[in-house]
């Protein structure tokens, strides 16, 4: 089944399901809630979000000379940079380090770009184990899925979801509360951070000019990530870098601001190398892998660069009515909603994911919440101009465009035949045109036109 049609399947399947939109709803209301608190604590939210852009966008523009310092400075600082062209690369790269060290199990924290690799199926194969220390994450890894959500990788799962899957993988009560889950949770990962062998984390920023990566979270997770194994492992696409310290202060609270509505994270650390001779805390050795997987295509078009300005926040999906309605699993993407729209037909084949495109109402609530300015619903419009000038969509949906633009093109035309008329050819060659839960407009008996001729 190709992607499209996959696509339609489960967009037809969960679109309906009411369970899934209470979940949804109760879950997103809290994150407006918050969020729209958070708003009120800006001066001027609006000049925050042109001054991150600008920055974003001068990064770009020079991104050569920020990853090129980035690499002087931390390779400086004792750690070593690896150049990863694709996820292939990348797993590579994870594989040899952790067999070089004979590492048995690894702890992650929260990382897209892991995800994007498929490190965890890829680290299973060679018999390392893998644990996301995420509570979210280590929800959905129980569960044998993948996250859901850019920022929240449980959103789709009820208390009493979860309840079920800890009752299943532990015998632990279904009556259990969010905090007696929560506790077991911290009692199980605490054995895995003690047995680690190498701890993986992404990076919310790369600091060129401190040779630096950032990690932002609110579970203390990527920090005992980090400070229990001897070996750290960061691995970030190329697009994370900014220049500088002062360039942080301001991105920090921004993503918090627009990812869970506070006014910072609860855990906001940095790592700039392995620890130094003298020093008791740290790890034995730093790595941090840059990965490229499809970004120099993004990044080589003027008009679709812009969307690696993008710092993850998930806001563009909390404001998106198709998102908030398929879900994120029906995309079968690692970045869903508006902006894995965007960027997924770019990082992987064109023609295998331009078909999210369509699945888009333009509406341009996306482009007004992103903090980043980025015009997502415009881009979108961009991917669905390429899919026609490629000739990407079915022969018949050209003929039937083409058909469509002629008849339309002149009111005499589109006036030949009678209200009837038309909707018989729909009731027989469009009827579910709109699928199946909705009915196609009916045709009055006479046009505008045609009343007003008869009327004067």
């Keep these: 089944m190709s992607n499209k049609s996959l696509f339609q399947k489960k967009a037809e399947k969960i679109a309906f399901n009411e369970n899934h939109r209470k979940t949804?709803?109760?879950?997103?209301?809290?994150?407006?809630?918050?969020?729209?608190?958070?708003?009120a604590r800006y001066n001027n939210l609006e000049a925050t979000r042109t001054r991150t852009a600008n920055i974003k966008r001068h990064t770009l523009e020079n991104l050569a000379q920020y990853l090129q310092e980035f690499e002087e400075t931390f390779t400086?600082?004792?750690?070593?940079?690896?150049w990863a062209r694709t996820a292939d690369d990348a797993v590579q790269f994870i594989s040899r380090i952790l067999q070089e060290h004979n590492v048995k199990?690894?702890?992650?924290?929260?990382?897209?770009?892991?995800?994007?690799?498929?490190?965890?199926?890829?680290?299973?194969?060679i018999g390392i184990e893998s644990v996301e220390t995420d509570l979210g994450e280590y929800i959905v890894q129980l569960a044998g899925e993948k996250p859901y959500h850019i920022v929240t990788p449980a959103m789709h799962k009820s208390k009493?979801?979860?309840?079920?899957?800890?009752h299943n993988h532990f015998n632990f009560p279904l009556d259990s509360t969010a905090e007696e889950m929560t506790a077991l949770a911290r009692e199980k990962l605490r054995e895995k951070y003690l047995a680690a062998g190498a701890g993986i984390t992404g990076a919310n920023f790369v600091i060129a000019n401190k040779g630096a990566i950032c990690v932002t979270e609110n579970e203390g997770n990527a920090i005992m990530s980090t400070a229990f194994p001897p070996i750290h492992i960061a691995i970030a696409g190329i697009e994370k870098v900014i220049p500088s310290m002062q360039d942080l202060a301001v991105f920090w609270a921004h993503l918090a601001q627009h990812g869970t509505g506070q006014a910072i994270s609860s855990y906001s650390s940095m790592f700039s190398a392995a620890k130094k001779e003298g020093e008791s805390d740290g790890p034995k050795k730093m790595y941090v892998i840059l990965l490229d997987n499809g970004r120099t295509n993004l990044y080589k078009n003027k008009t679709f660069n812009v969307a690696l300005s993008c710092i993850r926040c998930g806001a563009c999906l909390n404001a998106c009515p198709i998102y908030k309605n398929i879900g994120g699993y029906t995309y079968n993407t690692t970045y869903q909603g508006p902006i894995g729209t965007v960027i997924t037909p770019h990082l992987k084949n064109f023609a295998d994911y331009v078909h999210l495109s369509s699945a888009c109402s333009l509406c341009g609530a996306c482009s007004s919440v992103c903090p980043q300015r980025i015009p997502l619903h415009e881009l979108i419009l961009e991917n669905r101009k390429l899919a026609v000038q490629e000739k990407l969509s079915p022969e018949i949906e050209r003929i039937g465009m083409k058909g469509f633009e002629f008849i339309t093109a002149k009111g005499s035309r589109m006036d030949s035949v009678n209200g009837t008329v038309k909707n018989t050819a729909i009731a027989l060659f469009a009827k579910n045109a709109w699928g199946k839960k909705r009915a196609m407009p009916r045709f009055a008996t006479l046009s505008f036109r045609k009343l007003y001729k008869k009327n004067t």
């Design 24 to 39: 949804i709803r109760f879950n997103m209301g809290k994150y407006y809630a918050a969020v729209n608190a958070g708003k």
């Design 76 to 82: 400086r600082n004792g750690g070593e940079v690896l």
């Design 105 to 125: 199990s690894v702890v992650k924290s929260k990382s897209m770009t892991t995800e994007e690799i498929e490190l965890n199926h890829e680290l299973e194969k």
């Design 160 to 166: 009493r979801d979860v309840a079920e899957l800890f």
